[in-house]
Structure formats: C-alpha cells, structure tokens
C-alpha cells in the first residue's frame, strides 16, 4: 500500500466523476424502484438495508478508484468485513457507496454518495453526490469546497455562516432524533430545525443554510468522512462533545458523538451538555 498521498488534481478529477457516475447508477435504479413500487432489498448482520444500488455504486466506485489511484486501499462500508486492517493505513480512501439507504427505500430523495481520502486519521478530501437532484459537493480543509448543479458549468464557493442566525438553525436527523439529542437541542433555547437526510445535513451548513448538527446517536466512519472534510472545507468544524477531533481508520469503526458547526468548540462547548 502506498503512503504518499494522491495529487491535488487527482483527488478533484478522478473521485469526482466516479461519485458521479455511481449516482447515475443509484438514480437509475431508484427510478425503476419508483414505477414499480416494489424496493427489494436484503437485511444486513446489523439490520440495516442493502439494495442493488448499494452493490451498482459500491462496484463502480471501489474499481474506479483502484484504477485510478493503484496503491491505495479503498475501504467501503458494503465490503467493510475483514476491512480492520485496511482502515489502519497511513492514507486509504473511505466510501459510502450509498449513505441514506433508508431514504432511498421511502422515497425522499435525501441520499448521497460519499467518497473521502484520510490522510494520518483525518478526512483531507471528500465528495458528497445526491443521485436524484444531480448536486455535487467536494472539498477539504485547505483546499475550499464548491457545489455544482448538473445544470451549470460552473463551480459555487461554499462557506459556513459567519454568525449565528436567530434563531439557531439546528439540522437534525429525521431517522436518529433520540432523547439525548433532543435534550441538548432544548438546552440551546429558540431554534429552528432543519431536517435533512444522510451526509446532506454537514452540507446545509457548509452552504450556510443551517448552523449546528448534534448527532448523540451512532455513525460509522464511512458516514461522515467525506461530508466533513467538505464542511471543513468551506471553514466549519466537526468535534466529539469534549472538543476533539473525530479520528479515521480506528479499529473500532464507530464514531463517538459529535457536533458539526459553523463555530469552533471554544464558542459553543457550553452547549455541549447532555441531559
């Protein structure tokens, strides 16, 4: 396995148009799953659902990205049995072939397709695709996140909010509302919620369309890896509830809880109390 990481002009030109080309798939097949009204899927060891989009986006994003960048491991949760060691490589690629599984069953359109690069524990590089509208997502800390619609051919600079709103505009799950992060959105007084699916809830913010997502309930690496490093990318923060950064290729593939923000720890860690 190689340790160097792949070129900056490798990472936008390669990783994009294969996230791309797997929401094609996915669109595809969610279309057929539409007219016919009839999702097949197969229950997963941890009950989740696995559809043929799934393995269509796995397939096409797990060769492309051997092809394109040999040396690097992809790591993606529909092969993740057996993955522990591929996960603890210095630099590897982190995938969701298709994040929001559920969403795509109830037919919301609010799934994605994410694809990262983790570099030393951290998520450098990530590109979010939604199948059904067409917008991508891509950035990192230090390189800038842009969006681009499927309709445009140009690129749109994405950054967080500068201030808080009033009220707080707080994105919250619509499958994973429990009672702890029901508590904490409570103890952060008038707010309006912004509900989104999938990884698209690290994006609203990078957008500026909303300003905090607390998640006190459980995520995998392959989650958050990409929509973070966008979020970063357009200069917000990502932390578990004591202000530490979420850590990648760890042999235990659960993330702790976190908070996604506009704002670093140090201006809101007095938010960031259960109970």
């Not at 707010?191 to 995520?219: H, M, N, W």
């Not at 690496?221 to 202000?243: C, I, K, P, R, S």
């Not at 042999?251 to 704002?263: E, G, I």
Request: glycine share 8%; net charge negative.
């Amino acid at each position: 396995m190689s340790d160097k990481r792949p070129s900056q002009s490798t990472l936008f030109e390669k990783a994009v148009p294969i996230a791309r080309q797997a929401a094609a798939a996915i669109r595809q097949i969610y279309e057929q799953t539409l007219l016919t009204k009839q999702p097949q899927f197969v229950s997963k060891s941890d009950q989740s659902p696995l559809t043929a989009a799934d393995l269509a986006a796995h397939q096409i994003i797990d060769e492309g990205l051997r092809t394109a960048t040999p040396g690097f491991e992809v790591v993606s949760e529909e092969a993740a049995q057996g993955h522990g060691q591929d996960r603890q490589q210095a630099s590897f690629w982190l995938v969701d072939p298709l994040d929001g599984t559920r969403e795509f069953l109830a037919g919301n359109d609010e799934f994605t397709v994410n694809i990262a690069f983790i570099e030393a524990g951290r998520p450098i590089f990530g590109v979010v695709c939604l199948p059904v509208s067409g917008v991508c997502y891509w950035g990192g800390a230090g390189l800038g996140a842009v969006m681009m619609s499927p309709h445009s051919t140009s690129l749109s600079a994405l950054s967080v909010s500068p201030k808080s709103a009033k009220p707080l505009r707080v994105v919250a799950s619509r499958s994973h509302l429990n009672e702890d992060t029901q508590a904490m959105i409570k103890r952060l007084g008038e707010v309006s919620l912004v509900q989104a699916g999938s990884s698209l809830k690290f994006c609203r913010i990078a957008e500026g369309q909303a300003d905090f997502y607390p998640r006190l309930s459980p995520t995998c690496e392959w989650d958050t890896a990409a929509a973070q490093a966008v979020l970063e990318g357009a200069g917000g923060h990502v932390f578990d509830l004591q202000g530490r950064a979420l850590q990648y290729g760890k042999r235990n593939v659960l993330n702790p809880s976190f908070v996604a923000s506009h704002r670093p720890y140090e201006d809101i860690a007095d938010l960031l109390v259960v109970g």
